[in-house]
Each structure stands twice: as C-alpha cells, then as structure tokens.
C-alpha cells in the first residue's frame, strides 16, 4: 500500500473500484453515479461519463422522468462534499481488499 493514509482509511479499497460504476451520494442531497476514473490519497474521486440527478435520493431507481439530471464526460468530485459510496452487489468486499493489498 502507499501512503499511510491508506493504511489508516478504506482509501485503497475505494482505488481498487476504479473502473467499475458507482453510484455517490453528495452532501447537497446530489446522486452521481459513474465510472470511477480515479481516487487520491484524500479520496477526492474524478468520475467518467457521470450523470448528475438533481432530483430526491433514490430517485434514479424509481422514476427517471421526474429526475433532472446532467451529464458531464468528466467530473472531480472533492471528498467532504461525498456522504456515501453505493458499492455494486456484485463486488466482493474481502476479495477486492486482498487484491489491493498483496
């Protein structure tokens, strides 16, 4: 692992799901969900192909015509504005860590 950041936080954890399509969740009540492109030490995120939903959380799921949303080919997103990371059910959570880690 790299710095000791990471070795303190799920930092590395968030890193090995670059790659993969991840739904955020922003402080302002704003989901994004994208491919997640790359993670620094921070945890701040950029995220390719993000489709930003204005609309209520978990709204995405229910009822896309009522959604507004914005499309953006590239987007930064810094860590204190993010309150959750959606995980895809098809992610191991203990295999993807050992991975990473040796």
Known sequence: MGSSTEQTTLVFFIKALCGRNLRFELRNGVCVEGELESVDQNMNVTIAHALWNC????????????????CFELLYVASRHITFIQIPDDVNVSETMDIYVS
């Open 55 to 70: 609309g209520q959380l978990g709204s995405l799921t229910k009822d896309r015509e009522n959604v507004a949303s914005v």
